[in-house]
């Protein structure tokens, strides 16, 4: 069995900031990709950004320049740092993680980014 555990939604203004975590815990070996994903009642469930293992990195169009994605390897956990929120962000975000052939979702945080 495989936990994920997000942390760190909340509500800010337009132009502010948010970091997001997300820690995996129980039966790891080794964590493969770790991404984190957003969904809205309007939208399917979209890709943010990815990070592998090897520590490269792929962002959706929309939050590149803004967004930065990062791990900890020996605390398995995933990072998103949110810069510069537009309202557009608002968002269920969920972390996902691949552990072998298997994938794994967290149960989501709520941002909000509403004046």
């Known amino acids: 069995q495989v936990r994920l555990v997000e942390s760190g939604g909340g509500l800010v203004q337009p132009g502010g900031s948010l970091r997001l975590s997300c820690a995996a815990s129980g039966s790891i070996f080794r964590i493969d990709a770790m991404a984190w994903y957003r969904q809205t009642p309007e939208k399917e469930r979209e890709l943010v950004a990815v990070?592998?293992?090897?520590?490269?990195?792929t962002y959706q169009y929309s939050v590149k320049g803004r967004f930065t994605i990062s791990r900890d390897n020996a605390w398995n956990t995933v990072y998103l740092e949110m810069n510069s929120l537009k309202s557009e962000d608002t968002a269920v975000y969920y972390c996902?993680?691949?552990?072998?052939?298997?994938?794994?979702w967290g149960r989501g945080t709520q941002v909000t980014v509403s004046s």
């Open positions: 996902n993680v691949q552990i072998e052939s298997r994938y794994y």
């Open positions: 990070i592998r293992r090897g520590g490269t990195t």
